[in-house]
Each structure stands twice: as structure tokens, then as C-alpha cells.
């Protein structure tokens, strides 16, 4: 079934809840460490705002243990959005109570209310049948702008609406679904699928379906030193899981069958540790001993960029290298920019560091679509079906 657009939905005059994704980075001084995350909900609560709509707009921020903690408050987030919208945003002590009701109920057309961090109330997770009524007595219309967590079944993303007369998407979201679907339909080829990060165990599955999908994959970052391994590599004192080996060696064996080339690094930057001001390049069947491998070497990285010059489609998650360290970010860099100067590839990014490394590559523009989602977008990517978007049919 389809799902409405936040502008289908009768708002004029209406209260409207927005479940946001304001899961934002803080400073240890509690400041906004980068606002993106806000900035990309602004078309859809500046709709709203000239709709005037009574808005309504609630977000988790962080882990607090099911309690409130000031440590988790959104009162930065608050401040940072009134700056943003040039307006007054009217943020309640508590997600759910007396307090809350009363800010929402005198709400006037046009105003902004911030529910205070929802994981302060311990049914928000446990997508708790009272906190989802009482979350929608504070509204008309029900709008899902937080992709980043519409892979979760919690009180604000799927409890609460079935209470709620009216239910769509948020701008940023039907954003998301539009750029995301078009990887799971028919896509122009060469697909190339890019996949780095930490952990062989954290992407298996996007990696086998993705599997069934693409003509090729280059594997980086420290989930390659596990396929090296698995061939038979000596990694040195690199990151590797080793329970994961025999997974790494039945992915091998079922991409071979597949007919999809995965292209792992020939050369890797080693060093004795993350805080080595330099690296060197070696080539895999080269890491010393006591060396670990931070990042794929310029061989690889010029291999990888000319596949990406030749893709069609293009998706990638998780990066080359330990990009936050200036030693080992030429990989991640790299890769990056290749991406962004393939104008005629539908290019996918998704994953919280990989976004970060492409924001500092400077290439976001240059990029079809930059996913506010990690967690969510692999998922998507995987043809799972995630209950946030299922509940908005
Ligand atoms: P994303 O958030 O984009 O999904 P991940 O969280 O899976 O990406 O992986 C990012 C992390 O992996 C980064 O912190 C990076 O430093 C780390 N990483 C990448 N390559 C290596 C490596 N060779 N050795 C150790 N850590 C690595
Ligand atoms: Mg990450």
C-alpha cells in the first residue's frame, strides 16, 4: 500500500506529531557536535510551520537507561533548532505527562513543541501500549521523519500510530524510501557494491544479499583483513575475527558461484598502532610482524576508484580505513572521491561513519543520496521490511 506524504495529510491547525531522528553527536561540553541530523528534518517541520500545523516533535537521544538523565537532555538540540527556524522551540520536562500535555495543548498554529528525550520513559523501547496512547493524545496527525530508526518497533515509531486518525511520511524519510527502493528494483549495471568498516559480523547479511544483486564488491577497512585471513594471509597483529574465518571463506565460495568478483586490497598502510604518525605501505603478503594493517594502499586505491569510474549503481557502506586518523584516511578519501566524480552513477552512501567520511571529503553534493540512516539503510539494502515504514502503509 502506498504511503501518504506529509503533504496529503490535513495539517492546517491540526497538532501534529513528528517522530524525528535528532540523535545527534554532543560535545563532553554537552554543544552540538554536527547538526545534520537536525538540519535534515528542517524541510519538513518548515512545511509544517508554514502550513500551520501545530508541531509536535519527538526524538531519542543517546542511551539513557530508561530514566531521565541530563546528560541525555535535548535542550541543546532545542537551542540549536530555534536558531535553525528562527523561532521559539518549546521543550517539555518529561516525553509523556502533565507537563507535556499542557505545552501541547496551548499550542498555537505555528508553534514548535520538542518532547523531551522519549528514552526517558522506559516504554519508548518497549514499545509500551500506554506510552504509545498517551504520545498520541498529543496529536491530530502522526508524521515519521526518522529513518535512522525506522528500523526499530518502539512506542513513536510504530505503537502510538494506530491511535492516531491520520499517519505519512516526513519529506526526509519519502527521501530516503525513493533513493533506497531504486537499489532494491532494477538497476543500471555495472553495480558495484563498496563495503568496509569494522566488523565481517556486523554486515554477513547485507554482504550475502547484496550477493544477489551486484557484478562486483571491493571489500576494505578491517572487515577485509578477515577476508585476507581467511585466504590464508599472515595480517600481523591486524583486527581480524577470527571466529568469523569460516563465514569470511563461505562468502568467498557463494560470490565465486554467484558469478560476482569481490576485489579485496593488495597493498594495505601497516603500522604498530593507531597513534603512529605515519604508515607504510606493504603489500598483504608483506605485514610484519607486530604491524597492523589501518587502511587499503594506493594500488587498491586506484583499483577501486577505476571500477567506480566505470559503475552504474553504485552502494557503499563502511570505511576504507581508520579514516579518523590523517594516516590512514587517504583510502577512505579516495574511494570517496572517486564516487563523486562518477556523475553518471545512482551513488548510495550509508552508514554513520561513512557519512561522516564523506562530509569530510567534502563530496556530499556530488553524491545521489547521503542516508541518514546506518543501522536502517543496511537493513532497507537487505530487502528487509522495517516496521517504522511498514506502519506508515
Ligand atoms: P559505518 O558506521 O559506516 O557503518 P562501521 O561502524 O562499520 O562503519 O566502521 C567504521 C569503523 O571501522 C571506524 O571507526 C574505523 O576506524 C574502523 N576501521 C576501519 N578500518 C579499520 C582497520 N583496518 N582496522 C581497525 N579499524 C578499522
Ligand atoms: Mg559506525
Avoid at 46 to 57: C, M, S
Avoid at 107 to 130: S, T
Avoid at 311 to 319: D, E, H, L, Q, S
Wanted: net charge negative; hydrophobic share 45%.
Amino acid at each position: 500500500m502506498a504511503i501518504k506524504s506529509v503533504k496529503e495529510l490535513p495539517v492546517e491547525g491540526k497538532r501534529v506529531f513528528v517522530r524525528v531522528d535528532f540523535n545527534v553527536p554532543l560535545t563532553p561540553a554537552r554543544g552540538i557536535a554536527d547538526d545534520a541530523r537536525i538540519r535534515a528534518a528542517l524541510p519538513t517541520i518548515q512545511y509544517l510551520i508554514e502550513k500551520g500545523a501545530r508541531i509536535v516533535l519527538g526524538s531519542h537521544l543517546g542511551r539513557p537507561k530508561g530514566g531521565p538523565d541530563p546528560a541525555f537532555s535535548l535542550e541543546p538540540v532545542g537551542a540549536r533548532l530555534a536558531e535553525l527556524i528562527g523561532k521559539d522551540v518549546l521543550l517539555t520536562d518529561e516525553p509523556a505527562g502533565d507537563g507535556a500535555r499542557k505545552v501541547v495543548s496551548d499550542l498555537r498554529d505555528g508553534q514548535v513543541a520538542l518532547l523531551e528525550n522519549l528514552r526517558f520513559h522506559p516504554g519508548e523501547e518497549q514499545n509500551d501500549d500506554g506510552l504509545a496512547k498517551t504520545l498520541a493524545s498529543y496529536a491530530d496527525v502522526y508524521v515519521n521523519d526518522a529513518f535512522g530508526t525506522a528500523h526499530r518497533a518502539h512506542a513513536s515509531t510504530v505503537g502510538m500510530i494506530k491511535y492516531v486518525g491520520h499517519k505519512g511520511a516526513g519529506l526526509l524519510m519519502l527521501k530516503e524510501i525513493e533513493f533506497l527502493s531504486r537499489l532494491l528494483g532494477e538497476v543500471e549495471h555495472p553495480y558495484v557494491a563498496v563495503i568496509g568498516g569494522a566488523k565481517v559480523s556486523d554486515k554477513i547479511a547485507v554482504l550475502e544479499s547484496l550477493c544477489s544483486k551486484v557484478d562486483k564488491m571491493l571489500i576494505g577497512g578491517a572487515m577485509a583483513n578477515t577476508f585476507l585471513k581467511a585466504q590464508g594471509k599472515n595480517l600481523g597483529k591486524s583486527k581480524v575475527e577470527e571466529d568469523k574465518l569460516p563465514l569470511a571463506r563461505a562468502f568467498l565460495k557463494e560470490a565465486e558461484k554467484k558469478n560476482v568478483a569481490i576485489l579485496l586490497p593488495r597493498d594495505v598502510v601497516v603500522a604498530t598502532g593507531l597513534d603512529d604518525p605515519t604508515g607504510k605501505v606493504v603489500s598483504v603478503d608483506a605485514v610484519p610482524e607486530g604491524f597492523m594493517a589501518l587502511d587499503i594502499g594506493p594500488e587498491t586505491a586506484q583499483g577501486y576508484a577505476d571500477e567506480l569510474a566505470r559503475a552504474r549503481t553504485v552502494f557503499w557502506n563502511g570505511p576504507m580505513g581508520v579514516f579518523e586518523k590523517k594516516p590512514f584516511a587517504a583510502g577512505t578519501v579516495g574511494v570517496a572521491r572517486a564516487l563523486a566524480a562518477n556523475k553518471r552513477a545512482l551513488s548510495v552512501v550509508g552508514g554513520g561513519d561513512s557519512a561522516a567520511a564523506i562530509e569530510e571529503a567534502g563530496v556530499v553534493d556530488q553524491i545521489s543520496h547521503l542516508s541518514t540512516g546506518g543501522g536502517a539503510s543496511l537493513e532497507f539494502v537487505e530487502g528487509k521490511t522495517l516496521p517504522g515504514i511498514a506502519a506508515l502503509e
